[in-house]
C-alpha cells in the first residue's frame, strides 16, 4: 500500500508539473504582412509567459523581418495601443510601395526597419540553411546559428570593375552559362584542421563577382564549395 500511495504522489506531481508547465509557456498573437513584391515578410507578436515557479507574468514584443538575404529578428518592451492581432481590425505593420522599408506604427512611436542597405548586389532566390547579409559592398554569407558552431565558414561576395582580375585561379567550374574561376589554399591550423581560404570570379554584365571562402578542413578532406556556387548563381548586381 505504501508502495503505491508513493507511486500515486509521483504521479500526481508529474501531472501536477506538466499542467504548470503547459500553462506557463509562452502564448503570442500578431499581425503579419507581405511585401508588394511578395519577396519579405514583417511580423509583429505581441507574447507572454509566466514564470514557471514563480508564475510571475511576463510580456514583449518581437518584430520579425525573413526574405531573400534578409533576417531581422528583434525583441522589446510592449508598445502601448490599439489590440492588434487575428482577432482586431486594427493593424500596425505598414510597408514602403518600393518595399525598401517597413515600419511597425504605434500611437506614440514607429520602428523602422530597412530591408537591405543601399549595395551593388542581391539575391534573387532564397539560400536555404544560411544566414545572408546584404552591404554596401555585396553579401556576407554564414551558416544559419553560425554562433553556436565551433569553427563555423564564412564568405563574402563583392562587384569589382570587370578589368581587375585575381591572378592565380588554376579551377574551374560552370555555373549556368558562366566558367568560374577560382584557386584554394590552406594553412596550418592545429588541432582543429587546416585553415582553407577559396578565392573565385564569376563573370558578369556590369563587372566581376569575387568571392572569398573562409573554413577549415575536417580529417584533411577539402571543404564542400557547393554553397559558396549557390551564392554565385543566385546573385544580382547593378551598377
Not at 534573387?124 to 554569407?141: E, L, S, T
Amino acid at each position: 500500500m505504501r508502495r503505491l500511495a508513493l507511486l500515486g504522489i509521483a504521479i500526481a506531481a508529474l501531472l501536477a508539473g506538466g499542467y504548470r508547465y503547459l500553462h506557463s509557456m509562452p502564448v503570442g498573437t500578431g499581425e503579419t504582412r507581405a511585401s508588394p513584391d511578395g519577396r519579405f515578410t514583417a511580423s509583429v507578436t505581441d507574447w507572454s509567459e509566466s514564470g514557471f515557479l514563480t508564475g510571475t507574468p511576463r510580456r514583449w514584443f518581437q518584430y520579425r523581418v525573413d526574405g531573400p538575404g534578409v533576417h531581422h529578428d528583434l525583441v522589446g518592451d510592449p508598445v502601448d495601443g490599439p489590440y492588434f492581432g487575428s482577432r482586431s481590425s486594427h493593424r500596425v505593420i505598414r510597408w514602403s510601395d518600393d518595399g525598401t522599408f517597413v515600419d511597425f506604427v504605434f500611437p506614440d512611436t514607429t520602428l523602422r526597419l530597412t530591408i537591405a542597405p543601399a549595395g551593388p548586389c542581391r539575391l534573387v532566390a532564397d539560400i536555404a540553411g544560411f544566414d545572408v547579409r546584404q552591404n554596401a559592398n555585396g553579401v556576407h554569407v554564414r551558416p544559419e546559428g553560425w554562433q553556436d558552431l565551433r569553427a563555423p565558414f564564412e564568405m563574402t561576395v563583392s562587384l569589382s570593375p570587370s578589368g581587375e582580375v585575381l591572378p592565380g585561379l588554376d579551377r574551374q567550374v560552370r555555373i549556368g552559362d558562366d566558367l568560374v574561376r577560382y584557386a584554394v589554399s590552406r594553412e596550418d591550423g592545429g588541432s582543429g584542421g587546416d585553415a582553407v581560404t577559396m578565392r573565385a570570379e564569376r563573370p558578369s554584365k556590369v563587372g566581376m563577382l569575387s568571392l572569398e571562402w573562409h573554413g577549415q578542413e575536417e580529417a584533411g578532406i577539402e571543404p564542400d564549395f557547393s554553397e559558396a556556387w549557390a551564392v554565385l548563381g543566385a546573385l544580382e548586381c547593378e551598377t
